[in-house]
T-cell receptor, first 113, second 115 residues
Framework: DAKTTQPTSMDCAEGRAANLPCNHSTISGNEYVYWYRQIHSQGPQYIIH???NNETNEMASLIITEDRKSSTLILPHATLRDTAVYYCIVRVANTGTASKLTFGTGTRLQVTL | ETGVTQTPRHLVMGMTNKKSLKCEQHLGHNAMYWYKQSAKKPLELMFVYSLEERVENNSVPSRFSPECPNSSHLFLHLHTLQPEDSALYLC??????????????FGAGSRLTVL
């Protein structure tokens, strides 16, 4: 699976959009981009995933560049409850082996008043 | 109950004790996972079960023994642990263990302290 690079930490004011970048320059054509987040002392929570097209759900939007070498997770109106570590993961969805997710160190997002 | 439930949430044990962590999922999923999260380290996958069959064991020491009696329940049996095994143990489930639908749902974790 391709490696990802994320900033260690970011701050965002409450009510503003939080834009979390992820670089995955070695991504292959059949690898998906997944985002999870982990609020302190809880299990990770799935946010969104995509292959080529931009995706949106009730939690966030995922913008993938045309060359697929980077992506941005957008939380449109961040709240204090969005303070968490955000993990960007790329993996092949239909592997012959157990399709495990490899979590890196992620981006620690701090939402402030 | 819904989602993935882990018990106990906190466990303190001595190195000679035997204890078990329990995970139960109410999502109708066919795959279940154990992850370990040590302080300031990324999550590490330990075991994967698909339809009650172990499909992956990531070089985990034998003092950790998983058991999956049915597709809804997963146990992690612990014996003669070391202090460095203190960590947050996370259970997860997914619809299957392959495919784009393989989105993991995690439990809240069991915080283990080995004295």
């Amino acid at each position: 699976d391709a490696k990802t690079t994320q900033p260690t930490s970011m701050d965002c004011a409450e009510g503003r959009a939080a834009n979390l970048p992820c670089n995955h320059s070695t991504i292959s054509g059949n690898e998906y981009v997944y985002w999870y987040r982990q609020i302190h002392s809880q299990g990770p929570q799935y946010i969104i995933h995509g292959l080529k097209n931009n995706e949106t759900n009730e939690m966030a939007s995922l913008i993938i560049t045309e060359d697929r070498k980077s992506s941005t997770l957008i939380l449109p109106h961040a709240t204090l409850r969005d303070t968490a570590v955000y993990y960007c993961i790329v993996r092949v969805a239909n592997t012959g082996t157990a399709s495990k997710l490899t979590f890196g160190t992620g981006t620690r997002l701090q939402v402030t008043l | 109950e819904t989602g993935v439930t882990q018990t106990p949430r906190h466990l303190v044990m001595g190195m000679t004790n035997k204890k078990s962590l329990k995970c139960e999922q109410h999502l109708g999923h066919n795959a279940m996972y154990w992850y370990k999260q040590s302080a300031k380290k990324p999550l590490e996958l330990m075991f994967v079960y698909s339809l009650e069959e172990r499909v992956e064991n990531n070089s985990v020491p034998s003092r950790f023994s998983p058991e999956c009696p049915n597709s809804s329940h997963l146990f992690l049996h612990l014996h003669t642990l070391q202090p460095e095994d203190s960590a947050l143990y996370l259970c997860a489930s997914s619809q299957s263990f392959r495919g784009a639908a393989n989105v993991l749902t995690f439990g809240a974790g069991s915080r283990l302290t080995v004295l």
